[in-house]
């Protein structure tokens, strides 16, 4: 009988996640069942209770959920217990769930394999300092960059996700306003949910020069504006978060299943079908 799998979040129904695991299932001939359900905040703990008693192995947790799972988990990977986030459970043996996180490594794949990007020594702009700048950024440090700027609309929320990073040397905080003048940064990285509420980050000319890469961590309408500005201002190469996406997954199917499928197909697929999703190579 084919493993059960699943993806909790609210909102869940234009959830790639479904699709991509079962091509990564028809790559390598592993059965299983994955689907997408719908679980608000309220009701989210009973409804992962009854999917683990239903037999479920393993699960994809997204937004709103990736903090709150995180003390439903008997045991955690080092990433998720010091991003303080999950996003891939796998049920133990005995039951508990163990609860990983590759949104960091998906990130960091999708830079350094698909795009052929070196990370290493590289100046680094994080725009925002919620659940999806965290992972970028304790991320991108592995990753040997040479420093990273948090700036955030609210202060606090910077100097709290620089203070968990504990790296003074290498990361510093700045408001919006203060990054007017500043020299142009090798990589731009969009953590922000300004696309999604339609709002334009009003980012200063200078932070781009030509080889600056602009990444955001979301993929089509959310990722379009900041992507277009940063174009217009003459960064060639900026791509929007849909390899990330396909990554995480073959990170968390690798988790379950002991193989990591190659994303190539799967990604040309999703990127050929949706022309409003932006990436300039
Ligand atoms: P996620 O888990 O997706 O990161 P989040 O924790 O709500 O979501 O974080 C959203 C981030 O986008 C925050 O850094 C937020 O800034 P504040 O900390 O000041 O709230 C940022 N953000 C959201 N809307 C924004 C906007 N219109 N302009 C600038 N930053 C915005």
């Given amino acids: 009988m084919s493993k059960r ?32 359900i ?5 009701t ?27 003390s439903l988990c008997a045991e955690l990977s080092d990433f998720a217990r010091r991003i303080g986030a999950v996003n891939t459970l796998s049920r133990r043996l005995d039951g508990h769930w163990r609860g990983d996180n590759t949104d960091g490594p998906g990130l960091i794949g999708d830079l350094s394999v698909r795009h052929r990007i ?10 925002g300092a919620g659940g999806a700048a965290r992972a970028a ?21 910077a100097v709290a996700l620089a203070d968990a990073l504990a790296e003074p040397d290498r990361v510093t905080t700045a408001l919006p306003a203060a990054l007017d003048g500043m020299p142009a940064f090798d990589l731009i990285v969009d953590a922000t949910s300004a696309g999604h509420n339609g709002t334009d980050l009003a980012l200063p000319s200078t932070l781009f020069a030509s080889n600056t890469i602009a990444y955001h961590l979301s993929y089509g309408k959310a990722a379009t504006s900041f992507l277009a500005r940063a174009r217009a201002v003459g960064a060639q190469r900026s791509f929007d978060g849909l390899g990330m996406l396909v990554e995480q997954a073959a990170e968390a199917f690798a988790i379950w299943h ?14 050929a079908e949706d022309v409003r999703i932006l990436v300039s190579e």
């Fill in 137 to 157: 950024a304790f991320a991108l440090l592995e990753a040997h960059v040479e420093s990273i700027t948090i700036a955030n609309r609210t202060r606090e929320r």
């Fill in 38 to 42: 719908r679980a608000p905040a309220a």
């Fill in 5 to 36: 799998f699943a993806v909790f979040g609210d909102p869940i129904a234009h959830s790639l996640s479904p699709r991509i695991h079962a091509a990564f299932s028809r790559q390598t001939n592993i059965p299983l069942r994955y689907d997408a």
């Fill in 44 to 70: 989210f703990e009973s409804q992962l209770a009854d999917f683990s008693r239903e037999g479920g192995a393993g699960a994809n947790i997204t937004l709103p959920l990736k903090a709150t799972v995180v």
């Fill in 258 to 271: 002991g193989i990591r499928p190659d994303t190539t197909n799967i990604y040309a697929d999703l990127r």
């Fill in 118 to 127: 070196d990370l290493c020594g590289r100046r680094v702009l994080v725009l």
